[in-house]
């Protein structure tokens, strides 16, 4: 079974199809979805989400390009839904200067409040980076001469200099998509690099549909059979193999599903 560690069931190309988009995924052996909340609402509504299809569990966090739209009470409610038994990450965070929607320093003072969030809560937090490579690591560096990191890079696209700077502090990798459009050659020679321990998957749907639906329709869960493919093919492992070992990596860095967390809440009760 694979683990889908990064969609937006929440957006509105999949929630009205949610449970076929749920029961298509079962079908393609995907076993476990983490559905990642840009913004308060969506981190709402992915905790909802996440309470009623069992193979979902949630992130919560303010992406940055959604930091300056934010209310005054919008970080109250992600650090309360932060402690939701199905919640198994903080994110989706991280820095973004592709897009001109938030100043850099707002998303930097998002950043280290999502990191210190998971620190306290013992959850793994979720990076988006874009168009900011060198900024990112800074302060990932920055945050860790605090204290341990426990993390992912998210549909990673950088090179493999700023990837192992990234395994050196502590976070995995993980690819979506991208990693098996034609032009992207560099990026799959990163897949390949990447030590089997901290190797992970995702989708980012409905976004980044991966090759042969590029531009067809949107991405679901479903279709991470063919990111999977490419990846084990470049590193001339088989498909099975490649899923045992990112799905124990995911239940490695998510605690399990967060299965546990529930089965010790009900037992205390």
């Known amino acids: 079974m694979f683990f889908d560690t990064h969609a937006h069931l929440d957006d509105e190309q999949l929630v009205g199809q949610v449970d076929a988009v749920v029961e ?7 076993g476990t979805i983490v559905t990642v909340g840009t913004t308060a609402a969506s981190s ?3 905790v909802a989400l996440a309470r009623r299809l069992e193979p979902v569990v949630a992130a919560v966090g303010i ?13 109250s409610r992600i650090v309360e839904l932060a402690n939701d038994d199905h919640v198994v990450a903080i994110g989706e965070t991280g820095l973004d200067a592709y897009r001109d929607y938030t100043p850099f320093d707002l998303q930097k003072e998002l ?28 302060l990932l560096q920055e945050a860790a001469a605090t204290g341990p990191l426990r993390g992912v890079m998210h549909s990673f696209t950088g090179d493999l200099a700023l990837a192992n700077s ?13 990693v098996t459009f034609k032009k992207s050659t560099a990026l799959r020679d990163v897949a390949r690099a990447i030590p089997a321990d901290r190797l992970l998957l995702e989708t980012d749907a409905p976004y980044l549909s991966p090759h042969p639906h590029r531009g067809q329709r949107p991405n679901e869960p479903a279709l991470l059979i063919h990111t999977a493919r490419c990846v084990a093919e470049v590193r001339d492992v088989s498909l099975n193999d490649l899923a045992h070992r990112t799905t124990e990596n995911a239940k490695g860095l998510f605690g399990d599903c967060g299965i546990g967390r529930r089965v010790d809440n009900a037992a205390g009760g």
Do not use: K
């Open 166 to 178: 990234c395994l050196d502090l502590g976070l995995h990798i993980s690819f979506a998509g991208m």
């Open 63 to 75: 992406q940055p390009n959604y930091v300056s739209a934010a209310a005054a009470d919008d970080w």
């Open 44 to 46: 709402q509504t992915s």
């Open 24 to 30: 298509r995924a079962a079908q393609a052996s995907v």
């Open 111 to 138: 950043f280290r409040r999502h990191i210190s969030l998971a620190r306290d809560t013992g959850l793994p937090f979720i990076v988006h980076m874009r168009d900011c490579g060198q900024e990112m690591l800074e």
